[in-house]
């Protein structure tokens, strides 16, 4: 085994073996003598599978120059593929004197080891079988973002021992209701290796979201049924099962920090192997840290080691691991090489010209806590975003607010005035109304303020940003009026979520009704209020009855998931236009119709040839007409069935969201009855020729 360890003002490194994970001293202690282009390294003959290690980095430790090292503290292997478990706070793990008036300035002298999880040498060896990506394609795919954990504490078919694991993800149960969904992709948050802050643990919570990573190439340990390298194979096993299965797994990574803070933070790891070239320093003060991302520290993208420590990683995943993309946290942080966010950046250059990363899934989250961090619509081609700007528009839209009709339509449609101009397609724009970060869909139309009590932090953290309506009761009601309307208020925005040309992402657990109890910020919360319930009442089986309903539409329409932006123009081969945005008496919006601040509703005409996708042979698949018909007023509104070029066929009703459940309608109509705060979708029928 070689280990090597990168450090550019290291003056000796020493590699530290150990018998067990909590041991507080080393059995032996190892000086890497060798040291080539600024790598230092040892080849130990004997070490194994399950060897222990960490390091100890000896320099200056000058704060006011950026160098932090001190030997007395074991730090963890950047590259270690498995860690033995997790922090256990104490004292001893910061580099300088807690409490001491001098703060980080003044040194520490005491051992770490005993408090410090170990790396853990581990057998790559895995045995894949047939394991094929799915490589589902871009317009076709429906992500579902989720939590290893929270996914299974509830789940009363999965086995008890297998719950809030690797292995309870992959486990039939969770795989059933997946399918049965007809998820393509499922979107985990963060599985590196990472640590829950010392302030959290102290007020008997964790860091439940997982963004604070302390190791980028090893699987969470908790997420296994046990320790010494363990996770790796439970999560290979993991990824197998989804690919069995059909579903690509995506990876949420935070590549733009680390777990050790601010300047006062511990030192686990990069701060005490070289503080100054893994992280962004202030270039008049070096003792403290540039800060991006709201959590003390950002990584130093300038520096090529850096760089190569997080392009390795990425590649480890994909060949090692074998996942199938990943979504990048607070993503503009990577592409700040001066202070603004440069999208041309070296980053974006190696992820593009890389032929690993560059074929994989690549969604970033497109906004960072810097300035200019709101990168919406800015990221180069190759790359996917969470559209934050179809989020904001349909709660509006949905809740009541005037004025949003005109950039509805552009969300419907593929937001074009975002991705068109840099040459990327429907599918840069990754649609969603929900995520782990915000209320739930449930909450969403149940509260009106966030109620994050639960956090301890009396309720000042989350945003005030929610754009939702409670429809009549703050929180849980009894009342059968406002609970039907708040029904019909998930099936719009599920609908319209799934509807919108776009990449669909749900999150786990609003398809039946989950609910953080106006929570919109859990990320501390390790308990019934994150976990999925599974626990349905008839309304949430119902609702997901309603969302597989939705993705069984989404699947048999070739309309619904374009490539390339609809037009306005007319199909091939016939008059019509590929789409038409129309008013409520079957004819085209016009400019004072835009215009409108008050008008509330709006109808969306698809041709069923304006379609893009082709057979294995090159020939066109053609979808159906469709109109879909959304009201967000207080008052019903007749909509006039638009004229279509053979006017033979028929005009049938495939979503009702003010009466679900209903047979399907069929028949010659003139017009239909929208209600108020309802979506319809109805599908033109030609009729069947003569079988003779």
Request: glycine content about 10%; proline content about 5%.
């Given at each position: 085994m070689n280990f090597a360890l990168f450090s550019e003002h290291a003056t000796a490194v020493e590699l530290c073996l150990f018998e067990r994970p909590d041991d507080a001293a080393e059995s032996q202690r190892i000086q890497l003598r060798e040291r080539t282009d600024l790598v230092w390294h040892a080849y130990l003959p004997d070490a194994r599978p399950g060897t222990l290690y960490g390091f100890r980095v000896h320099g200056a430790y000058e704060p006011q120059e950026g160098h932090r090292f001190n030997p007395n503290?074991?730090?963890?292997?950047?590259?270690?593929?498995?860690?033995?478990?997790?922090?256990?706070?104490?004292?001893?793990?910061?580099?300088?004197?807690?409490?001491?008036?001098?703060?980080?300035?003044?040194?520490?002298?005491?051992?770490?080891?005993?408090?410090?999880?170990?790396?853990?040498?581990?057998?790559?060896?895995?045995?894949?079988?047939?394991?094929?990506?799915?490589?589902?394609?871009?317009?076709?795919?429906?992500?579902?973002?989720?939590?290893?954990?929270?996914?299974?504490?509830?789940?009363?078919?999965?086995?008890?021992?297998?719950?809030?694991?690797?292995?309870?993800?992959?486990?039939?149960?969770?795989?059933?209701?997946?399918?049965?969904?007809?998820?393509?992709?499922?979107?985990?948050?963060?599985?590196?290796?990472?640590?829950?802050?010392?302030?959290?643990?102290?007020?008997?919570?964790?860091?439940?979201?997982?963004?604070?990573?302390?190791?980028?190439?090893?699987?969470?340990?908790?997420?296994?049924?046990?320790?010494?390298?363990?996770?790796?194979?439970?999560?290979?096993?993991?990824?197998?099962?989804?690919?069995?299965?059909?579903?690509?797994?995506?990876?949420?990574?935070?590549?733009?920090?680390?777990?050790?803070?601010?300047?006062?933070?511990?030192?686990?790891?990069?701060?005490?192997?070289?503080?100054?070239?893994?992280?962004?320093?202030?270039?008049?003060?070096?003792?403290?840290?540039?800060?991006?991302?709201?959590?003390?520290?950002?990584?130093?993208?300038?520096?090529?080691?850096?760089?190569?420590?997080?392009?390795?990683?990425?590649?480890?995943?994909?060949?090692?691991?074998?996942?199938?993309?990943?979504?990048?946290?607070?993503?503009?942080?990577?592409?700040?090489?001066?202070?603004?966010?440069?999208?041309?950046?070296?980053?974006?250059?190696?992820?593009?010209?890389?032929?690993?990363?560059?074929?994989?899934?690549?969604?970033?989250?497109?906004?960072?806590?810097?300035?200019?961090?709101?990168?919406?619509?800015?990221?180069?081609?190759?790359?996917?975003?969470?559209?934050?700007?179809?989020?904001?528009?349909?709660?509006?839209?949905?809740?009541?607010?005037?004025?949003?009709?005109?950039?509805?339509?552009?969300?419907?449609?593929?937001?074009?005035?975002?991705?068109?101009?840099?040459?990327?397609?429907?599918?840069?724009?990754?649609?969603?109304?929900?995520?782990?970060?915000?209320?739930?869909?449930?909450?969403?139309?149940?509260?009106?303020?966030?109620?994050?009590?639960?956090?301890?932090e009396a309720n000042r953290d989350g945003t005030d940003a929610n754009y939702s309506r409670n429809w009549g009761a703050e929180g849980e009601t009894e009342s059968a009026r406002i609970n039907a309307t708040r029904e019909r208020m998930k099936r719009n925005f599920l609908g319209t979520l799934i509807l919108s040309q776009g990449v669909t992402m749900l999150l786990a657990g609003d398809e039946m009704g989950r609910t953080q109890q106006g929570n919109n910020n859990a990320y501390a919360l390790d308990n019934e209020i994150s976990w999925v319930a599974w626990d349905l009442s008839s309304e949430d089986r119902a609702l997901v009855a309603f969302t597989r309903e939705l993705l069984g539409i989404f699947r048999s329409n070739a309309v619904l998931r374009r490539r390339t932006f609809l037009t306005g123009r007319p199909v091939p081969g016939g008059e019509a236009k590929d789409l038409s945005w129309l008013r409520p008496d079957g004819t085209e919006m016009t400019q004072g119709d835009w215009d409108d601040q008050s008008n509330q509703v709006l109808g969306m005409l698809l041709h069923g040839r304006a379609t893009d996708e082709v057979d294995e042979r090159g020939r066109p698949i053609f979808g159906n007409t469709i109109l879909m018909l959304l009201n967000a007023g207080t008052r019903s509104r007749a909509f006039a069935m638009p004229r279509v070029e053979d006017e033979q066929g028929q005009w049938r009703v495939l979503i009702n969201t003010a009466q679900p459940g209903r047979p399907l309608e069929r028949g010659k109509r003139v017009n239909v009855n929208v209600v108020a705060h309802s979506l319809m979708l109805l599908r033109y029928e030609k009729p069947r020729r003569d079988a003779s």
């Open positions: 503290k074991l730090l963890i292997c950047p590259y270690a593929k498995a860690i033995t478990g997790t922090i256990d706070w104490d004292d001893s793990l910061y580099g300088y004197r807690i409490g001491d008036p001098a703060e980080d300035l003044a040194f520490d002298d005491r051992n770490s080891a005993g408090h410090m999880p170990k790396g853990v040498v581990v057998d790559t060896a895995f045995t894949w079988g047939d394991d094929r990506a799915p490589d589902t394609p871009w317009n076709r795919t429906v992500i579902y973002e989720c939590h290893v954990r929270g996914m299974t504490m509830r789940h009363p078919d999965v086995p008890p021992e297998l719950r809030g694991t690797f292995l309870g993800m992959a486990s039939d149960p969770i795989l059933d209701h997946l399918l049965s969904l007809g998820v393509t992709a499922v979107e985990v948050l963060p599985v590196h290796q990472f640590v829950s802050e010392r302030a959290l643990v102290q007020r008997g919570l964790s860091n439940y979201w997982g963004y604070n990573s302390i190791g980028f190439f090893s699987p969470h340990v908790a997420y296994a049924t046990g320790g010494g390298g363990q996770q790796v194979d439970e999560f290979k096993s993991m990824v197998k099962a989804l690919h069995k299965a059909g579903i690509e797994v995506i990876l949420d990574v935070v590549y733009n920090h680390t777990g050790e803070g601010n300047h006062l933070g511990p030192t686990l790891s990069l701060r005490g192997i070289d503080n100054d070239a893994y992280y962004r320093l202030e270039p008049n003060d070096r003792r403290r840290y540039m800060d991006f991302t709201g959590t003390g520290n950002s990584l130093n993208m300038i520096h090529p080691r850096t760089m190569q420590m997080i392009m390795d990683s990425l590649r480890y995943w994909i060949g090692d691991m074998h996942v199938d993309g990943f979504r990048f946290d607070l993503a503009p942080v990577l592409a700040r090489e001066l202070y603004e966010v440069n999208r041309l950046g070296t980053f974006f250059d190696i992820i593009q010209q890389d032929p690993m990363i560059g074929h994989v899934k690549l969604i970033a989250e497109p906004w960072d806590l810097g300035e200019g961090g709101y990168q919406v619509g800015n990221f180069p081609t190759g790359w996917a975003e969470w559209n934050g700007r179809y989020r904001d528009c349909v709660r509006r839209f949905w809740r009541g607010d005037q004025g949003q009709v005109p950039e509805l339509a552009s969300r419907l449609s593929g937001s074009s005035d975002l991705y068109a101009a840099s040459g990327r397609r429907t599918y840069a724009s990754v649609n969603f109304v929900t995520a782990h970060d915000g209320f739930t869909l449930h909450d969403l139309v149940t509260y009106e303020r966030k109620h994050n009590e639960a956090n301890g």
